[in-house]
C-alpha cells in the first residue's frame, strides 16, 4: 500500500534537547512538506521540500531544522530553540509543487503528538 | 493577506439531518479549494477538492461548489451520519510561486448523534 508514514505516534521530550520525527513516503512524491497543529487552530507549515537535498522555510521555521537526502524521508528535528514545541505534527506530500491541479494536492500522514516534559 | 474563515464549531446534528459547514476565503490570485477532515487523534484526509470557479467538488456524499462571486466553498451532506462527526478544515492553494502552500480554516468540530 502506498502512502506516508510517521513516527513515533507518541513522542515526550525534556526541556532542553533535541528531537528528530521521522516521516516516509513510497508515493514517489517530489514535494514534502510539514504542518503543525495546535488545539483550536489550523495547520501551519514550517518546512517544505520541492525535490531532494533542497528545503524552504514555512511560515514558522523558527526552532526547527530538516534534511532532504532521500527522495522518500524528511525527517523534522525540534530542537530545543523552539519555544513551544508542544503540538501535533503533520508531514504531507504532493506529486509537485506550482503546476496547479491535480499534481499539487497533498496528502498528509497520520501525525506525531509530542509533548515536552 | 491570503486567508480562509470557517463557521465556528462545534456543530451538533442528530443522524439524517443536513450539512452546512461555511467556508469563505481571501486571495490574491486564483486559488484551488480542499475540505479537509480529521478523525480523532488521526491525520488530514483529503475529502474533496475544486480547481476553479464554478468546479463543483464531491466525495462520500460531500460535495461543495467554488463560488469565485461570493468567494465561497461551503461543505454541505444531504444526511449525515454517526460516522461523519470529525474536525473539518477549509483549505485554500496558490499556484505559480515557489510553493503550493495550505492556508488552513481553524476546522469546524462535527458532532452527529444518533
Known amino acids: 500500500d502506498g502512502g506516508i508514514t510517521q513516527s513515533p505516534k507518541y513522542l515526550f521530550r525534556k526541556e532542553g534537547q533535541n528531537v528528530t520525527l521521522s516521516c516516509e513516503q513510497n508515493l514517489n512524491h517530489d514535494a514534502m512538506y510539514w504542518y503543525r497543529q495546535d488545539p483550536g487552530q489550523g495547520l501551519r507549515l514550517i518546512y517544505y521540500?520541492?525535490?531532494?537535498?533542497?528545503?524552504q522555510k514555512g511560515d514558522i521555521a523558527e526552532g526547527y531544522s530538516v534534511s532532504r537526502e532521500k527522495k522518500e524521508s524528511f525527517p523534522l528535528t525540534v530542537t530545543s530553540a523552539q519555544k513551544n514545541p508542544t503540538a501535533f505534527y503533520l508531514c504531507?506530500?504532493?506529486?509537485?509543487?506550482?503546476?496547479?491541479?491535480?499534481?499539487?494536492?497533498?496528502?498528509f500522514g497520520p501525525g506525531t503528538r509530542l509533548t515536552v516534559l | 493577506g491570503n486567508s480562509v474563515t470557517q463557521m465556528e464549531g462545534p456543530v451538533t446534528l442528530s443522524e439524517e439531518a443536513f450539512l452546512t459547514i461555511n467556508c469563505t476565503y481571501t486571495a490574491t490570485g486564483y486559488p484551488s479549494l480542499f475540505w479537509y477532515v480529521q478523525y480523532p487523534g488521526e491525520g488530514l484526509q483529503l475529502l474533496l477538492k475544486?480547481?476553479?470557479?464554478?468546479d463543483k467538488g464531491s466525495n462520500k456524499g460531500f460535495e461543495a461548489t467554488y463560488r469565485k462571486e461570493t468567494t465561497s466553498f461551503h461543505l454541505e451532506k444531504g444526511s449525515v451520519q454517526v460516522s461523519d462527526s470529525a474536525v473539518y478544515f477549509c483549505a485554500l492553494s496558490l499556484y505559480g510561486g515557489a510553493t503550493n502552500k495550505l492556508i488552513f480554516g481553524t476546522g469546524t468540530l462535527l458532532a452527529v448523534q444518533p
Open positions: 475544486a480547481t476553479k470557479a464554478d
Open positions: 504531507a506530500s504532493s506529486i509537485e509543487v506550482g503546476s496547479g491541479g491535480l499534481r499539487d494536492t497533498q496528502y
Open positions: 521540500s520541492q525535490i531532494v537535498n533542497d528545503f
